[in-house]
């Protein structure tokens, strides 16, 4: 079976700083992953995935993440922070051939002023 | 456009009494998800539909629990003889069908048993 590990269930940054969400899978054969964010009392929003093709890949809100097979990671990054970004983030993974999204405990992101 | 809605946004029943929670996926959407929220599980699979039919429903926590999608779009979560650990989100989320696509979430519904 899957599974998704994120380091950190909370994570501080000032606003400028650098944002870095780590997500590390396990799996047999590289899935489809996909980082989302989710706002207080909001559903999940798709922030970027990967499929196949290039494994550096970019988001919205000037996010992006990249692939690394060898290390079985899908780390999320942002140059700076902005304190709209203030949210809890979840690192998710799909088999290529199935359908349910395995998700990650989530990462609370606070951003400082 | 018009993205997946559920109702209600919240509901607060007691124990023992049933609940529907429903889904409205967007519109062309011929896969249908549903997920539980809860601070000691995270975030859990359920049930999924394609078109009609739920070809995986392995993630259904126990009889208690059942779900019906009909003419391709709403679907139902219907939860029996609710008891207090069923109180979290229960969000659904709808795709074109594909292993590639994108789901897209709901609001949620959520969920309080007294």
Redesign the interface.
């Known amino acids: 079976a899957q599974s998704v590990t994120q380091l950190g269930s909370h994570v501080s940054v000032s606003e400028g700083a650098l944002v870095l969400l780590r997500c590390n899978y396990s799996s047999s054969v590289p899935p ?1 992953l ?1 980082w ?1 964010v989710q706002y207080p ?6 922030l970027l ?1 990967y ?2 093709g290039a494994t550096l890949v970019k988001g919205i809100n000037g996010f992006e993440a990249e692939f690394k097979k060898s290390e079985t990671s899908f780390h999320l990054t942002k140059p700076s922070a902005h304190m709209s970004d203030a949210a809890e983030y ?1 690192c ?1 993974v ?13 990462t609370q992101l606070t951003v400082n002023p | 456009g018009a993205g997946v809605s559920q109702s209600p946004s919240n509901k607060v029943t007691e124990k023992g009494k049933d609940v529907e929670l429903r889904c409205d996926p967007i519109s062309g959407h011929t896969a249908l998800y549903w997920y539980r929220q809860s601070l000691g599980q995270g975030l859990e699979f359920l049930i999924y539909f394609q078109g009609n039919s739920a070809p995986d429903k392995s993630g259904l926590p126990s009889d208690r629990f059942s779900a019906e999608r009909t003419g391709g779009s709403v679907s139902t979560l219907t939860i029996q003889r609710t008891q207090q650990e069923d109180s979290a989100v229960y969000l659904c989320a709808s795709s074109l069908g594909v292993p590639t696509d994108t789901q897209y979430f709901g609001p949620g519904t959520r969920l309080t048993v007294l």
Do not use: C, H, I, V
């Not at chain 1, 009392?41 to 798709?46: D, I, K, T």
């Not at chain 1, 799909?94 to 989530?106: A, D, H, N, V, Y």
């Open positions: 489809y996909f989302y009392n909001q559903g999940l929003q798709l995935k499929t196949t979840f998710a799909r088999e290529t051939s199935g359908s349910r999204l395995t998700f990650g405990e989530g």
